[in-house]
Structure formats: structure tokens, C-alpha cells
């Protein structure tokens, strides 16, 4: 309450009726490093979505329906309170923001967390009400006396052997589409598009292999800007090379701003802030759309995916000497839900490659599995011990992939309702995992296929289903996803997205089953190309929780050949009594 009070009394002095803080960094990143998590410091709310809005008397959050129960406990004495709302339904935050702002208002925001597709759709639901907006309005600098400092640890290459390309012909071929659209400039302000396009690798950030930086492509120069101090002189040099040029981190304004030229600039809106926006020169022209690396980055190379394969019996292993581990050792007083988050990176660990987790792992028994993003914590941690189903949705970082799974087991004998639950989501899995579509198909398209069994019987779930995933980056990445959103770019073959229907009943249990899946290329017929998944993550599907009644022949077929093909990559890898746990664990259905 106190950080409420003193903010409250910042709004104030600077003349400030409505306070906006979003929860981003000055890169508009999911995972925001401790020195821009404005809305933690502020409202105690640890997920990775949410909008604050402060006035005299009001003190909000705004998040999607992952994490509803969540913040509600988080939000207990922080002086905020929780909008319910759901990601694709009700009313939408704009909604929210336009209903609850005053008119003639003055609305302050830090405009360097603050995209430009935010700050327009703002504008626009407002527009009737006379507001006054102040997009420099950084109120907590003063506040915030004990704020983390900003991330600088190393920056380390991703070796060729490993990308498929050097940064040479990444650059290369990023112009060669620049040329193409008349694109004099490119603007890039995400780091996993830059750290793609150079092949390098920080850890600036947790759970996303990147460094904090910015780059400007233009016809003959790259320029980098980064805090060189973090640069080992080889790769420097190696930099230097390739041409670019590296510039400190903090010259990425004045750069902007020192833009003469009538040029033509491509930049994306939704990962660009109002603050770099507006440092941009009147006389360039800003073309606005995804950026070329994020699109280039989604089709995986061959290299990238033969080694993404590799990555895949890897993690598969991980997992299958985890779940021997869990099964062995279950109702052990030391069997908790910290303790078996541990044991997953543990796990991974022990393979070669593996760099760390690619997210925090979400170890949730019974009620917390209804928590979509559930992460125990010592105040939560839960025994494993009695009745109950436990979901994992866990990954790694590898130097040759990135993955994500998660997998909903059963302690003691499930309930029909269980049963059914569980079946329900596995069929909507397998439809989507088994879907063929022509080329062109976006992800909102395909994303039905994976709610119709739960649909047919009332049922649903907030979230989206399916993700891009990066290649030793970032664990969801653009710019196509699997969800009810309409999204503008069309799947390709190349692609690594995630399949992960669920189903939660609050206070319960939670199920939910996911694999990635890459896209390929299907046939091509009288009717045009046609492209289809293959499922890439390797681990068993507990069979104690299916009904095997509701499932139809394609769907046991497609279940028993998957189980097949997980027993076949990862039992060479096994010794004997390994082996004979998975042979049990992948039987046919």
C-alpha cells in the first residue's frame, strides 16, 4: 500500500489523473527482466500478462484468464484489485481502460514500455472523451529506491554447426528482402531477432538465451547496439568482419534521431515503443509490418531441424528417467512439487547441450493444476502423496533446440469424470497433431480442431493452442500461433509450434497435453500445395487416464503409433530396465 500511496502522490505532482503500466520492458519482451517488472514491484503479481491502472481512487490489474486464481491470491493487500476477465471473451481491456477512464482525463504512461499498436488502440477508444495523454511519464524512477540494475551478463556465439547458416548470409538474405519492399532501413528492437540474425546467444534475460539490444540493417552496414563491455574481443572481430558495427547500447536513440534522409524504415508496431517511435525523424518514411527475421527465424533450416531431432531424443530421455524416478519414489515424504522441479532440470541437465530451462517449470498437483501457469513456490509447495493427478509442463534450452511438453499423470485410481476429461483433451490433440491443410492456412483456422471434443460436451479453456517455439531462443515466438486470435501470418513448413489443449476445473485438477509439432510439406495436387504436422516431442501419454471407449479407430491408431515411435527413438538410448519401464508405458492401447 505504501508504493501505491507514493505513486499516487507522483501522479499528482506531475499533474496525472490516470497512471497506465503494462507489464514490459523497453524491448516489449514476455519475460521482463527484475529492472522493468514495474507491476511485480508494484502489486506483488508474478505472471507474465497484465495491465495496472491507477487514479485517485481506483487501483486495477487487468490479466488474461491463466492466471485469474493466481493473481487474486498475489494481489491480497497490495492495494489492487483483480478484473476478472478471459483472453478471447467478455470485454477486452481497452474496454476495461475506456470504461473506467474519466473524460478530460490526463493519462500518463511510460512510453518506453508502451507499444505503438497499444498506444493507438488507446487513442482510439478514447478519442470521444477529450484525453490528454503524457507518453514520458516514468513515475517510478523516483520511488523505486531498491530496483534491480539492468541485465549484463556475457554474450556467447551460437556456433555454424548448430545455426546453418553464419551471420553473413543471415544479413544477406535479410536484404535481399529489404531490396525487394524498397526498404532502405530496418529497425529491429526484439533481441531474439537479433541475436538470430548474428548468431549469438546472452543470458540477459531468464529462461530466453538473449541479450538486451537494439539494430538498425541498412545497405551496407549493421548497426549493433549493445553494451560492448559484454562482447569478447573475438567475437567482436567477427562482428566487425560480417559489417557490423557495434555501438553502445545507450546511442540507440541519438542514432535515430541523427536520421536525415528521406528513407524508407521498417518497423513493427507491435514491438515498437512509443519512445522509439517517436525518436524517429519526420522525414523517414516508417513502412510498418513483422520484422524479416521473425519470420525467417520460424522456418527452421535443415540444420536446425536434424538437430532439433537429436534435441528431441534428449529431452525424451530427460523425461523417461524422470517419470522412473517419480514412479519409484511416489508418496516419499521429499516428493513435492519444488522438489520435482528440480529433478526436471536435474534431469536435463545430465544431456549434452542442455543450457537450462526454457521456461519455470509448472509442477501442479490436484487444485494448483487448475492454474494454468501455476509455479510452486515455498509458500504453495504441495506433497505428491495420495489420489490426485499431477500435470508438468516443463523444457530445455539445448544448443540444438528449444523444447516444451507437458504431460497430466495419475496417482491411484482415476474417476470416470477424470477419464473423461483427459480423453476429451487427447482427442483434440490428435485432431490437430493428424491435421493436413493447403498452404496459405493460418493458425486461428486449425485451432477449432483442437476444441470439438470439448465443445460437443460443453466445455473449454481460456487459453490459446498452440505457440511457435524458438531454436535455442525464445520458448514462444512469433509470429504464428494456434489460437481463436486472428493472426496474419500463415503457417510454412519449417515452423515449430506447440499442441496444447487442456481443461481446468477450478479448485479441482487441471489436464493438459502438449507436444510440438513441425510443419512439412504434405502433396501437391490438382488443388494446390498441401502441408501436414509431425509430432516432435518424445514421451509417453498415460494410458490409466484414457477411456479407451470414447476414442474412434484413427485415434488409437494415431495414439499407438505415436507410442511406437517414442519407444523406438529413445530405447537405444536405455539400459535394460529402462527399456522395460517404457515398453510397459508405450503398449498398445
Given at each position: 500500500?505504501?508504493?501505491?500511496s507514493a505513486?499516487?502522490?507522483?501522479?499528482?505532482r506531475?499533474?496525472?489523473?490516470?497512471?497506465?503500466?503494462?507489464?514490459?520492458?523497453?524491448?516489449?519482451?514476455?519475460?521482463?527482466?527484475?529492472?522493468?517488472?514495474?507491476v511485480?514491484?508494484?502489486?506483488?503479481?508474478?505472471?507474465?500478462?497484465?495491465?495496472?491502472?491507477i487514479?485517485?481512487?481506483?487501483a486495477?490489474?487487468?490479466?488474461?484468464?491463466?492466471?485469474?486464481?493466481?493473481a487474486?491470491?498475489?494481489?491480497?493487500?497490495?492495494?489492487?484489485?483483480?478484473?476478472?476477465?478471459?483472453?478471447?471473451r467478455?470485454?477486452?481491456?481497452?474496454?476495461?481502460?475506456?470504461?473506467?477512464?474519466?473524460?478530460?482525463?490526463?493519462?500518463?504512461?511510460?512510453?518506453?514500455?508502451?507499444?505503438?499498436?497499444?498506444?493507438r488502440r488507446?487513442?482510439?477508444?478514447?478519442e470521444?472523451?477529450?484525453?490528454?495523454f503524457?507518453?514520458?511519464?516514468?513515475?517510478?524512477?523516483?520511488?523505486?529506491?531498491?530496483?534491480?540494475?539492468r541485465?549484463?551478463?556475457?554474450i556467447?556465439?551460437?556456433?555454424?554447426?548448430?545455426?546453418g547458416?553464419?551471420?553473413?548470409?543471415?544479413i544477406?538474405?535479410?536484404?535481399?528482402?529489404?531490396?525487394?519492399?524498397?526498404?532502405?532501413?530496418?529497425?529491429l528492437?526484439?533481441?531474439?531477432?537479433?541475436?538470430w540474425?548474428?548468431n549469438?546467444?546472452?543470458?540477459?534475460?531468464?529462461?530466453?538465451p538473449v541479450?538486451?539490444?537494439?539494430?538498425?540493417?541498412?545497405?551496407?552496414?549493421?548497426?549493433f547496439?549493445?553494451d560492448?563491455?559484454?562482447?569478447?574481443?573475438?567475437?567482436?572481430a567477427?562482428?566487425?568482419?560480417?559489417?557490423?558495427?557495434?555501438?553502445?547500447?545507450?546511442?540507440?536513440?541519438?542514432?535515430?534521431?541523427?536520421?536525415?534522409?528521406?528513407?524508407?524504415?521498417?518497423?513493427?508496431?507491435?514491438?515498437?515503443?512509443?519512445?522509439v517511435?517517436?525518436?524517429?525523424?519526420?522525414?523517414?518514411y516508417?513502412?510498418?509490418?513483422?520484422?524479416?527475421p521473425?519470420?525467417?527465424?520460424?522456418?527452421?533450416?535443415?540444420t536446425?531441424?536434424?538437430?532439433?531431432?537429436?534435441?528431441m531424443?534428449?529431452?525424451?530421455l530427460?523425461?523417461?528417467?524422470?517419470?522412473?524416478?517419480?514412479?519409484?519414489n511416489?508418496?516419499?515424504?521429499?516428493?513435492?512439487?519444488?522438489s520435482?522441479?528440480?529433478?526436471?532440470?536435474?534431469?536435463?541437465?545430465m544431456?549434452?547441450g542442455?543450457?537450462?530451462p526454457?521456461?519455470?517449470a509448472?509442477?501442479?498437483?490436484?487444485?494448483?493444476?487448475?492454474?494454468?501457469?501455476?509455479?510452486?513456490?515455498?509458500?504453495?509447495?504441495?506433497?505428491i502423496?495420495?489420489?490426485?493427478?499431477?500435470?508438468?509442463?516443463?523444457?530445455?534450452?539445448?544448443?540444438?533446440?528449444?523444447?516444451d511438453?507437458?504431460?497430466?499423470?495419475?496417482?491411484?485410481?482415476?474417476?470416470?469424470?477424470?477419464?473423461?476429461?483427459?480423453t476429451?483433451?487427447?482427442?483434440?490433440?490428435?485432431?490437430?497433431?493428424?491435421?493436413?491443410?493447403?498452404?496459405?492456412?493460418?493458425?486461428?483456422?486449425?485451432?477449432?480442431?483442437a476444441?470439438e471434443?470439448?465443445?460437443?460436451?460443453?466445455?473449454?479453456?481460456?487459453?490459446?493452442?498452440?505457440?511457435?517455439?524458438?531454436?535455442?531462443?525464445?520458448?514462444?515466438?512469433?509470429?504464428?500461433s494456434?489460437?481463436p486470435?486472428?493472426?496474419?501470418?500463415?503457417?510454412?513448413a519449417?515452423?515449430?509450434?506447440?499442441?496444447?489443449?487442456?481443461?481446468?476445473?477450478?479448485?479441482?485438477?487441471?489436464i493438459r497435453?502438449e507436444?510440438?509439432?513441425?510443419?512439412?510439406?504434405?502433396?501437391?495436387?490438382?488443388?494446390?500445395?498441401?502441408l501436414?504436422?509431425?509430432t516432435?516431442?518424445?514421451?509417453?501419454?498415460?494410458?490409466?487416464?484414457?477411456?479407451?471407449?470414447?476414442?474412434?479407430?484413427?485415434?488409437?491408431?494415431?495414439?499407438?503409433?505415436?507410442?511406437?515411435?517414442?519407444?523406438?527413438?529413445?530405447?537405444p538410448?536405455?539400459?535394460?530396465?529402462?527399456r522395460?519401464?517404457?515398453?510397459?508405458k508405450?503398449?498398445?492401447?
Amino acid at each position: 500500500m505504501k508504493k501505491l500511496s507514493a505513486l499516487r502522490l507522483a501522479m499528482i505532482r506531475a499533474g496525472i489523473n490516470v497512471y497506465i503500466i503494462p507489464l514490459a520492458d523497453n524491448h516489449l519482451q514476455e519475460y521482463v527482466p527484475g529492472h522493468w517488472n514495474i507491476v511485480r514491484w508494484l502489486a506483488g503479481f508474478t505472471g507474465s500478462a497484465g495491465i495496472l491502472l491507477i487514479t485517485e481512487d481506483i487501483a486495477e490489474l487487468w490479466t488474461d484468464s491463466r492466471y485469474l486464481i493466481q493473481a487474486e491470491k498475489e494481489l491480497a493487500g497490495s492495494g489492487f484489485s483483480l478484473v476478472r476477465s478471459s483472453l478471447f471473451r467478455d470485454k477486452n481491456s481497452f474496454v476495461w481502460l475506456e470504461e473506467l477512464i474519466p473524460e478530460r482525463s490526463t493519462v500518463g504512461f511510460d512510453g518506453r514500455i508502451v507499444s505503438v499498436n497499444f498506444y493507438r488502440r488507446l487513442r482510439k477508444s478514447l478519442e470521444y472523451k477529450n484525453i490528454n495523454f503524457v507518453d514520458n511519464a516514468d513515475l517510478v524512477e523516483g520511488i523505486w529506491t531498491d530496483r534491480p540494475g539492468r541485465p549484463s551478463a556475457a554474450i556467447w556465439n551460437h556456433p555454424p554447426e548448430f545455426s546453418g547458416a553464419d551471420r553473413s548470409a543471415k544479413i544477406a538474405r535479410v536484404r535481399d528482402l529489404m531490396k525487394q519492399r524498397n526498404i532502405s532501413l530496418h529497425l529491429l528492437t526484439s533481441p531474439d531477432d537479433i541475436m538470430w540474425l548474428l548468431n549469438l546467444r546472452g543470458n540477459d534475460i531468464k529462461y530466453n538465451p538473449v541479450a538486451l539490444s537494439f539494430a538498425i540493417i541498412a545497405p551496407d552496414q549493421v548497426c549493433f547496439f549493445v553494451d560492448q563491455s559484454r562482447l569478447p574481443p573475438d567475437i567482436a572481430a567477427e562482428l566487425k568482419l560480417s559489417g557490423v558495427t557495434v555501438l553502445p547500447y545507450g546511442d540507440f536513440k541519438k542514432t535515430l534521431e541523427s536520421l536525415e534522409k528521406k528513407l524508407f524504415i521498417l518497423a513493427s508496431p507491435a514491438g515498437l515503443s512509443v519512445a522509439v517511435c517517436n525518436s524517429i525523424p519526420g522525414s523517414l518514411y516508417i513502412i510498418e509490418g513483422d520484422s524479416i527475421p521473425s519470420l525467417l527465424k520460424a522456418r527452421k533450416n535443415s540444420t536446425e531441424i536434424r538437430n532439433i531431432y537429436e534435441t528431441m531424443i534428449k529431452d525424451g530421455l530427460a523425461l523417461t528417467r524422470f517419470f522412473i524416478y517419480l514412479e519409484s519414489n511416489t508418496g516419499s515424504t521429499h516428493i513435492t512439487e519444488m522438489s520435482l522441479a528440480a529433478r526436471l532440470e536435474e534431469m536435463r541437465s545430465m544431456e549434452d547441450g542442455f543450457l537450462g530451462p526454457s521456461f519455470p517449470a509448472i509442477v501442479a498437483f490436484n487444485e494448483h493444476a487448475a492454474l494454468p501457469h501455476y509455479t510452486p513456490v515455498a509458500d504453495t509447495d504441495t506433497r505428491i502423496t495420495g489420489q490426485g493427478i499431477l500435470l508438468l509442463d516443463s523444457g530445455g534450452h539445448y544448443l540444438g533446440g528449444t523444447t516444451d511438453i507437458t504431460r497430466t499423470v495419475c496417482f491411484g485410481t482415476p474417476t470416470a469424470v477424470q477419464k473423461r476429461d483427459f480423453t476429451l483433451v487427447l482427442k483434440g490433440h490428435i485432431r490437430l497433431a493428424g491435421s493436413k491443410f493447403p498452404a496459405g492456412t493460418k493458425g486461428y483456422q486449425l485451432d477449432t480442431l483442437a476444441r470439438e471434443a470439448l465443445w460437443h460436451a460443453g466445455m473449454d479453456y481460456g487459453h490459446g493452442t498452440g505457440h511457435g517455439v524458438g531454436y535455442c531462443l525464445n520458448v514462444h515466438e512469433g509470429p504464428c500461433s494456434i489460437s481463436p486470435a486472428p493472426g496474419r501470418t500463415a503457417l510454412e513448413a519449417g515452423m515449430v509450434m506447440s499442441n496444447e489443449p487442456a481443461l481446468y476445473r477450478e479448485g479441482e485438477y487441471g489436464i493438459r497435453t502438449e507436444n510440438l509439432m513441425l510443419c512439412c510439406e504434405d502433396e501437391e495436387t490438382a488443388f494446390g500445395r498441401f502441408l501436414r504436422f509431425e509430432t516432435l516431442s518424445l514421451c509417453y501419454i498415460d494410458k490409466t487416464l484414457i477411456d479407451k471407449t470414447m476414442l474412434d479407430d484413427q485415434e488409437i491408431a494415431w495414439l499407438n503409433g505415436y507410442h511406437d515411435r517414442v519407444y523406438n527413438k529413445l530405447s537405444p538410448w536405455l539400459n535394460t530396465d529402462e527399456r522395460k519401464w517404457l515398453r510397459k508405458k508405450t503398449e498398445k492401447l
